[in-house]
């Protein structure tokens, strides 16, 4: 989605928007990418606890499961908030959906045009 819906509209290099982007789906377009550097993040977290917990395990095989679900609750713990993101991305979802599919039928319209296309 990133490849396909944002980056091409947008500015190169940049986080504006090119003119003709519907408001409502700039900022959805804005959420969703905030969604998914959000699970990048917490992607990378779960990695590095992976990490680290098999370096711990073949340094002291006696480790306990528990430094491990301590270390990985911890860690996930500060994800909490920045789950948030997904509340207005929730909320209008359903609005801008309805919205581009009214655009994506519209022959007239350009955005709806590449949505087209990228479809």
Do not use: C
């Amino acid at each position: 989605v990133v490849d396909l819906f944002i980056l091409p509209l947008r500015v190169q290099d940049s986080k504006v928007w090119i003119s003709g982007v519907p408001l409502e789906i700039a900022k959805m377009l804005d959420w969703f990418e905030d969604i998914v550097n959000l699970h990048m993040e917490l992607r990378e977290t779960l990695y590095s606890i992976k990490q680290l917990t098999s370096i711990s395990k073949r340094e002291n095989s006696n480790s306990a499961a528990g430094g491990s679900n301590d270390l990985v609750g911890s860690s996930l713990r500060s994800f909490v908030q920045k789950l948030e993101v997904y509340q207005p991305y929730l909320v209008k979802f359903e609005g801008v959906r309805d919205m581009l599919e009214r655009l994506g039928r519209d022959e007239a319209s350009d955005f709806g045009e590449f949505v087209r296309i990228q479809e």
